[in-house]
């Protein structure tokens, strides 16, 4: 959903550009059908999504493995418009949110209540069999900086953030980035507020907030 104009734009996704870290994460569901979103390297061989994302709409587990793409070429899952990477490996679950479905709850309010809290469980860590973030494939990875909720806060006024994707409504073959929008603070029990434009493809992507001192 998003308020206002439409103002993404597509972003290059070979290696030295400014987000090539951002590739596509893909996972089989338990009906035999797939899901896709966004990932990110944040070390030489992790990549940080959203747990429903890696998951496959399953639980997630020792075993869980997906598939993770990224740069410019044309490899892919061998699905019509998604077959435009570079590199590929596999990538296996090393460390996950406490994220529930809410078929594994009974009654509105219970379902609600986790509903809440999902939006802080809602992460998981992969680790690539191949190192794609390694200085040999030239993408690098994101370096990430923590900030508390206390700290944003104090800020009073949000800040500016931009988000990356492979949204439903854009061609899926870019890398789609929202230049313009902000976080705007802990509102209510469930993660971060934003407004940035967020469609389905866009799980798992990163909401930048960039250190123009630090890099």
């Not at 594994?104 to 680790?127: I, S, T």
């Not at 806060?153 to 990356?164: E, H, I, N, V, Y």
């Not at 409504?169 to 971060?192: A, F, T």
Request: hydrophobic share 35%; aromatic share 8%; glycine share 14%.
């Amino acid at each position: 959903m998003s308020f206002g104009a439409d103002d993404r734009v597509a972003v290059p996704r070979e290696a030295g550009q400014r987000y090539d870290t951002v590739g596509l994460l893909v996972a089989q569901t338990g009906d035999g059908n797939f899901t896709a979103g966004a990932a990110t390297l944040v070390s030489p061989c992790h990549v940080l999504t959203a747990y429903h994302v890696a998951s496959g709409g399953e639980r997630i587990d020792s075993d869980t493995v997906a598939a993770f793409y990224l740069g410019i070429g044309d490899e892919g899952p061998g699905v019509e418009d998604f077959d435009h990477f570079e590199l590929s490996s596999p990538a296996r679950a090393v460390v996950w949110g406490d994220y529930r479905g809410l078929k594994e709850h009974n009654g509105p309010p219970v379902a609600d209540d986790f509903d809440q809290e999902n939006g802080w469980q809602d992460w998981a860590l992969l680790k690539l069999d191949t190192c794609l973030g390694a200085p040999e494939f030239g993408h690098g990875y994101m370096r990430l900086r923590a900030i508390s909720s206390r700290d944003l806060m104090r800020t009073g006024t949000g800040l500016d953030a931009r988000t990356l994707g492979f949204p439903v409504d854009k061609d899926p073959s870019r890398l789609w980035l929202d230049p313009n929008c902000h976080v705007i603070g802990q509102i209510y029990s469930s993660g971060w507020q934003h407004d940035c434009i967020t469609l389905p493809g866009n799980s798992g992507g990163p909401i930048v907030i960039e250190d123009g001192k630090n890099g």
